[in-house]
């Protein structure tokens, strides 16, 4: 049989059966569907796990994962996909700068759960539509921002990202939410200490069965993860999700997702943002 290129200039042996065993260990430690298409970028991001670790090939590593528990949180990290920016669809902060002033009204803090913060730009968008939203540094709003991966966590909890990343914001943003790096941080930005009070960081693998948090929130963002998840998995997630939602609450998914076979659960009420159907806002609001 004629290996294909790509096979014969692999640095290290990887074998159908090694993607199987791989695709099998993401599926149960994190509901991570891989399709076949992903067998390349599987590859490329466990090679660095087998440099570091000076591990000769793929069969050799997996039962390295499988003898060592603390390689599993690096296996999750290196194939958890962190794509980000500030202001990703920018038509759900619209949508949750107009939510914040309609219930300024409210008695209580505003609480809202970001359930995948990757490197912090969405919850830190979050923080800073809410504050422009009440026109003050402390309003009063709590943010959850959750991810699987702990690396990601401490990248965000930082606050601290490249003047490329931030390029895109209005002038006027930038002068009032960050500072500029001097010295040897020149390049970098950081979050203004204001804005990092306004969120708490939290690993949570979404597949546990029990989160270290608490409803009611007002907003739920969990965006562009359902995709990584079968069909089955995103309907106990939705369903445990509403339960957490006020029943005004918004369920703020992705642009990819979308959940018409879930009108038991949740109705469409503008551009992938969702408040619970009827039959859902029965027990929101309870700890799961």
């Not at 067998?39 to 090679?47: D, G």
């Not at 960050?178 to 010295?183: A, I, N, P, S, Y």
């Amino acid at each position: 049989m004629i290996r294909s290129r790509v096979e014969s200039t692999r640095e290290f042996n990887y074998r159908d059966v090694d993607f199987e065993r791989i695709k099998a260990i993401i599926y149960c430690k994190a509901g991570i569907h891989l399709g076949d298409s992903k067998k390349q970028l599987v590859y490329s991001r466990l090679a660095r796990r087998l440099r570091a670790l000076h591990l000769p090939d793929f069969a050799t590593y997996l039962t390295y994962l499988e003898q060592e528990p603390a390689e599993q949180e690096e296996f999750v990290n290196a194939l958890t996909t962190n794509l980000t920016a500030f202001f990703r669809e920018s038509h759900h902060f619209t949508i949750l700068a107009d939510y914040a002033k309609q219930h300024q009204s409210r008695a209580h803090r505003l609480r809202v759960w970001c359930a995948a913060s990757s490197t912090g730009e969405e919850p830190y968008s979050i923080a800073i539509t809410l504050a422009e939203a009440f026109g003050r540094y402390d309003p009063p709003v709590d943010i959850i921002a959750s991810d699987i991966d702990s690396n990601v966590l401490a990248e965000a909890s930082r606050g601290v990202y490249s003047l490329d990343r931030i390029e895109a914001l209005p002038l006027e943003q930038k002068k009032q939410f960050f500072l500029r790096g001097k010295g040897s941080n020149a390049g970098k930005a950081k979050v203004i200490d204001q804005l990092r009070r306004l969120v708490e960081f939290k690993k949570i693998n979404l597949l546990d069965k029990h989160w270290p948090l608490q409803g009611p929130f007002d907003v739920i963002f969990c965006r562009n993860v359902m995709i990584y998840f079968d069909k089955p998995t995103q309907m106990a997630l939705l369903e445990r999700m509403t339960r957490l939602l006020r029943p005004d609450g918004l369920y703020i998914a992705g642009h990819s997702e979308s959940f018409t076979q879930a009108t038991h659960l949740v109705r469409l009420v503008g551009k992938t943002t969702y408040h619970l159907a009827s039959t859902a806002d029965e027990g929101a609001g309870h700890e799961i």
